[in-house]
């Protein structure tokens, strides 16, 4: 079995295709005389030197330097620390503290959270909190000198942070350089909390002047021009104070994107697609041939106050039914007039109220019009009434990401056990934590998002494998296909990145969304070694 690329929406890219000496850089740092001396890719660790990248051996520095699972800590300097010879100790149980080999330091504030990055100081710490969406600036008796961002709430708006990645203290101006990551902007920001230089707009993403995507690390020189790791762009980009590129390391196909994270479309008829661009909060109906927007549900001022909705899905009584992820709460809306129609955001549970959290996914049953919503932030699966009655659950899961209906049961992609769970009518229930691979070998899940019936087995989106499994089982033995996707030469980006959603057109095509691409592809399927022995659609 394989996919062929057919086309996309998302992407605008050049006109001439680039190749890039950078894949996807992270981290960088600088040296006293502004050089680069060394730069986190994702083809590994190099040093610029006479207009070319050389290779280095990388260092134990931390999350972003290494993706080690450990926080990347600097100096005053932001020269960072190798962990196992500069730093000793790090413990953050109700205070941080750190122990290098040649100073202890000791802060009296609870980070609540494991940091990104740690600037330390003698009398004070810069603390890079991307899971609460904050920078912070602390004293060592744990005062706040200088805070940006709103605690756990993620947005584009003046005073918030998205998945802030990189933050570093400059000293000569009081100032902290963030880099924030999913709005694609670089801010520095003053003692008094206030955005006093940007490079970026706020959730528009692309690579053309004033313009970035997913920026990791920026760092200020000496002359005034900030570095940017342009991570999804391929490329350092050097901004002066002006806002004016004044030199780029590697290069993108990339101009700019028409979407941004989306993560679920539906087919609506034979041309139009429902899609849920999640990080923009906005749903809308495009034509899948025209890639035309032709009705919007949810724009751009975000009239219906969602927040990251992960799905949308039409049903029979021309509703559109949103599972709104971090506002906790499945919405219905009247296709017509886009007005809320009702909102559930908790059950009953033998007598219980059960709180709706994270809802991901949503099918209906097309023989009973149940809905069958995965609650990742509940770890179950469970099946409603239009009312919110509850009819059934699925329990002892772990960040499940989807469920479907197949002729036999439910299969879910519980995501963060890496695993496939399969809850049969009949009673049984089968996990599926590994598998053999075509060439006989053993071969696993790495977080799993999506499952989709197909044929006599199961099209499984392995998101952090960044491939998509045929499964199917023979003898009683689960076997798995990788299913190869032919990209065309050119500029069109030729792999995927953390997918998330596949579904079927009219036409037996596949449509996924490649999501951190940014983009949603429509791939042709060649299948005609697959024997049609029966089917699992119900």
Request: charged share 25%.
């Amino acid at each position: 079995m394989k996919l062929i690329y057919k086309d996309e929406y998302g992407p605008l890219y050049s006109e001439k295709s680039k190749n890039s000496i950078l894949k996807e850089p992270t981290y960088f740092e600088v040296d006293s005389k502004d050089n680069l001396n060394r730069i986190v890719d994702k083809k590994g660790h190099y040093t610029y030197q006479n207009n070319k990248l050389h290779k280095i051996k990388p260092k134990n520095i931390g999350a972003s330097g290494s993706n080690s699972g450990y926080p990347l800590i600097m100096d005053k300097k932001g020269h960072s620390l190798e962990y196992g010879r500069d730093l000793l100790e790090v413990s953050m149980r109700n205070k941080l503290y750190i122990r290098t080999t040649e100073k202890e330091y000791c802060y009296e504030y609870d980070t609540e959270v494991e940091p990104d990055t740690i600037q330390i100081f003698d009398d004070k710490v810069l603390l890079n909190l991307k899971l609460r969406q904050m920078v912070v600036l602390v004293s060592t008796s744990g005062k706040v000198l200088n805070s940006f961002g709103l605690d756990r709430y993620r947005g584009e708006g003046q005073k918030q942070l998205n998945v802030p990645m990189f933050s570093v203290y400059i000293e000569d101006r009081n100032s902290i350089l963030i880099s924030d990551a999913i709005n694609s902007r670089v801010i520095e920001v003053d003692e008094n909390g206030n955005i006093i230089w940007k490079y970026g707009k706020d959730g528009l993403l692309g690579s053309d002047q004033g313009l970035l995507w997913k920026p990791t690390c920026a760092r200020r020189l000496s002359n005034g021009h900030t570095i940017i790791a342009d991570s999804k762009n391929n490329r350092l980009v050097t901004i002066d104070q002006d806002k004016n590129i004044v030199n780029e390391i590697g290069q993108t196909n990339v101009s700019k994107l028409f979407l941004t994270y989306p993560r679920s479309v539906q087919m609506l008829d034979k041309y139009n697609w429902l899609v849920t661009n999640t990080h923009k909060n906005s749903i809308f109906i495009m034509n899948q041939n025209q890639k035309k927007i032709i009705k919007p549900i949810n724009d751009s001022y975000n009239k219906l106050n969602l927040f990251w909705p992960r799905c949308s899905i039409k049903n029979s009584d021309d509703e559109i039914i949103i599972a709104d992820g971090k506002n906790n709460r499945i919405m219905f809306i009247d296709d017509k007039t886009l007005q809320i129609k009702k909102v559930i955001d908790y059950y009953y549970e033998q007598g219980n109220r059960m709180t709706i959290i994270d809802p991901h996914d949503i099918k209906i049953n097309p023989k009973t019009n149940l809905l069958l919503i995965t609650l990742s932030g509940n770890n179950r699966v469970i099946e409603m009434t239009s009312d919110g009655e509850l009819i059934e659950s699925y329990d002892n899961l772990n960040d499940p990401h989807s469920a479907y209906y197949f002729s036999n049961g439910i299969i879910i992609a519980n995501t963060e056990d890496n695993n496939i769970v399969i809850y049969y009518f009949s009673g049984k229930k089968e996990i599926i934590n590994n598998f053999k691979s075509t060439n006989s070998c053993c071969d696993a899940f790495k977080r799993p998002r999506y499952a989709l019936p197909y044929k006599n087995g199961f099209l499984i989106l392995d998101t952090d494998n960044q491939r998509i499994i045929f499964l199917k089982k023979e003898n009683n033995e689960w076997i798995g296909e990788n299913v190869p996707i032919y990209f065309p030469d050119g500029p069109i980006m030729n792999y995927l990145c953390f997918p998330r959603c596949i579904t079927f057109n009219n036409d037996n095509e596949l449509i996924l969304t490649d999501t951190e691409n940014c983009r949603i592809l429509r791939l042709v399927i060649d299948d005609t070694l697959i024997k049609e022995e029966h089917s699992n659609e119900i």
